[in-house]
């Protein structure tokens, strides 16, 4: 079992809906959490950060954090065909300098 | 700001050359360099962390000879390919942490490499 499962996709909503992406984790050791944005053959885009349990928010984008479910998820209101990408979750036990254990991502696609 | 940036983004070499991949922090000191390969339509794959002026710590399986890492300065790292083979090509991504961007890892736009 992976330590971190996400949803592969493909993700397709109609422009203007809300975009719902979750992942799972296994190491209770995890407390900082990413969401990063992928456009294809280019480097993750950082989205959001966030550290220990608890909701934040950026904009048209919310990251949650559950840490008792050991679960974490990401809203985007408002979707737009920019958003098409591949999201990818990514956590870590500690602080800068710490490897990322990531997702295995999810392609969304949004339909104007 | 934290903007990190590869060289090249783009090459083409033959079996058995060697090639290098510059990764650069152009705003912050990155005091930790990650190396990642990205196969199609798959997630990242850490392949090894440098810390400035350290030896790179190589996750297992990937082998330190084939893939010579160097972080000289807070600024710089590279990623020296080896005597590469067709199999080695793939997406190569480096990534920065520092200081002054605090717990956040920021990526560089990636490196294509195509071993012919």
């Known amino acids: 079992q992976k330590e971190v499962e996400q949803d592969p996709g493909p993700l397709s909503v109609p422009e203007g809906a809300i975009v719902s992406l979750n992942c799972t984790y296994s190491n209770s050791a995890f407390q900082y959490f990413m969401w990063y944005r992928q456009y294809s053959r280019k480097g993750p885009e950082l989205l959001m950060y966030t550290y220990s349990s608890g909701n934040k928010e950026d904009g048209r984008f919310t990251a949650q954090v559950d840490k008792s479910s050991k679960y974490i998820s990401l809203f985007i209101r408002d979707s737009q065909p920019s958003d098409s990408a591949t999201y990818l979750c990514a956590m870590s036990a500690g602080a800068a300098g710490n490897k990322l254990t990531f997702g295995g991502g999810t392609r969304v696609l949004v339909k104007p | 700001g934290a903007v990190v940036s590869q060289h090249p983004s783009w090459v083409i070499c033959k079996s058995g050359t060697s090639v290098k991949i510059e990764c650069r922090s152009l705003?912050?000191?990155?005091?930790?360099m990650f190396w990642y390969r990205q196969f199609p339509k798959q997630s990242l794959m850490l392949m090894a962390t440098?810390?400035?002026?350290?030896?790179?710590?190589?996750e297992q399986g990937v082998e330190k000879d084939k893939f010579l890492i160097n972080h000289a300065s807070l600024t710089l790292s590279t990623l020296t390919v080896t005597s590469a083979h067709p199999e080695d090509s793939s997406f190569y991504i480096c990534?920065?942490?520092?200081?002054?961007?605090?717990?956040?890892?920021?990526f560089g736009p990636g490196t294509r490499l195509t071993v012919t």
């Open positions: 705003d912050f000191q990155a005091t930790t």
């Open positions: 990534s920065a942490s520092g200081r002054a961007v605090s717990h956040e890892q920021y």
């Open positions: 440098s810390n400035e002026g350290s030896k790179a710590t190589y």
